[in-house]
């Protein structure tokens, strides 16, 4: 799985945190290709300082149907953790509907065949 960092992150969150969260993630569904997280800081007129989180996985299978989650939050962190949670439930609710994989056609997508 490649993870794609975009957007502004601040200081006290390296790159090591974002990318160890979103590794966790592939443990729940095997054919994600890439995960693009987005990281956006804003400012709320009565929220205050906001960070904005958009995780987009690319899977493999059903012709790279993307799935989306958004949260914002004051802080990236939780943000983050809750833009995961979301996705992890995405994620297990596509593998339960999609019942059966076509693995010819994943493997064929990653270059084993």
Do not use: F, W
């Amino acid at each position: 799985m490649n993870i794609i960092i975009q957007g502004k992150k601040d200081q006290a969150t390296p790159d090591e945190y974002i990318e160890k969260k979103v590794e966790t993630l592939s443990r729940y569904c095997s054919t994600i290709k890439d995960m693009v997280v987005e990281v956006a800081h804003d400012h709320h007129h009565k929220k205050g300082n906001v960070v904005s989180v958009e995780l987009t996985a690319h899977l493999l299978c059903h012709g790279n149907l993307p799935l989306r989650t958004h949260e914002t939050a004051s802080d990236i962190g939780v943000a983050l953790d809750s833009a995961v949670g979301k996705m992890k439930q995405l994620l297990t609710d596509h593998k339960d509907k999609d019942g059966i994989i076509d693995r010819k056609a994943i493997r064929s997508a990653r270059g084993k065949e």
